[in-house]
T-cell receptor, first 111, second 109 residues
Framework: DAGVTQSPTHLIKTRGQQVTLRCSPI?????VSWYQQVLGQGPQFIFQYYEKEERGRGNFPDRFSARQFPNYSSELNVNALLLGDSALYLC??????????FGPGTRLTVL | GQQVMQIPQYQHVQEGEDFTTYCNSSTTLSNIQWYKQRPGGHPVFLIQLVKSGEVKKQKRLTFQFGEAKKNSSLHITATQTTDVGTYFC?????????FGTGTSLTVIP
């Protein structure tokens, strides 16, 4: 079985630009969560989507948005990028509140 | 918001020694999950604890959930070089996952 996949692997953007990150969950998983991980820190929860509805939201500004599609894949959008948005963005899928399976992440660099 | 602290932040051990990381919260923890992240990798699920006082074992790893549900611990017996990585606890409260600050384990051969 394929694991969680994320695209792109790496991304370089400049301040003020917008970015879209993509995630495909493990087959059968209906929950997708997004995390931001800055080097040397633990993952910070951004969003959880379940059955295409937002189920949880972390303490991130409105520049961050996400959605989940009928096939349970998900996109994370970040507008008006700041230097501080540079991080590893992780996607995790699960059945609901069970163990989360993380993807390899998207490394975003904002210049 | 919820803050989940882990101690120690870093731990260097000689191969064969034991290792313990502690996860503490000022508020009651609901549903504790433990993850391991290897350098350059992504978090990998280890275990989930939900009951007060729960103890679970996986080979050389022992996980505990405190009686008051305000702390949890992970103990590794006789560390091996394959145990290298950062260990995170994560709590699910109010539809949000709160990851701890992590403990980075280095095992010296």
């Amino acid at each position: 079985d394929a694991g969680v996949t994320q695209s792109p692997t790496h991304l370089i953007k400049t301040r003020g630009q917008q970015v879209t990150l993509r995630c495909s969950p493990i087959s059968g998983h209906k929950s997708v969560s997004w995390y931001q991980q800055v080097l040397g820190q633990g993952p910070q929860f951004i969003f959880q989507y379940y059955e295409k509805e937002e189920r949880g939201r972390g303490n991130f500004p409105d520049r961050f948005s996400a959605r989940q599609f009928p096939n349970y894949s998900s996109e994370l959008n970040v507008n008006a990028l700041l230097l501080g948005d540079s991080a590893l963005y992780l996607c995790a899928s699960s059945f609901i509140d069970n163990e989360q399976f993380f993807g390899p992440g998207t490394r975003l660099t904002v210049l | 918001g919820q803050q989940v602290m882990q101690i120690p932040q870093y731990q260097h051990v000689q191969e064969g020694e034991d290792f313990t990381t502690y996860c503490n919260s000022s508020t009651t923890l609901s549903n504790i999950q433990w993850y391991k992240q290897r350098p350059g990798g992504h978090p990998v699920f280890l275990i989930q604890l939900v009951k007060s006082g729960e103890v679970k074992k996986q080979k050389r790893l022992t996980f505990q959930f405190g009686e008051a549900k305000k702390n949890s611990s992970l103990h590794i017996t006789a560390t091996q070089t394959t145990d290298v990585g950062t260990y995170f606890c994560a709590d699910l409260t109010g539809n949000q996952f709160y990851f701890g600050t992590g403990t980075s384990l280095t095992v010296i051969p």
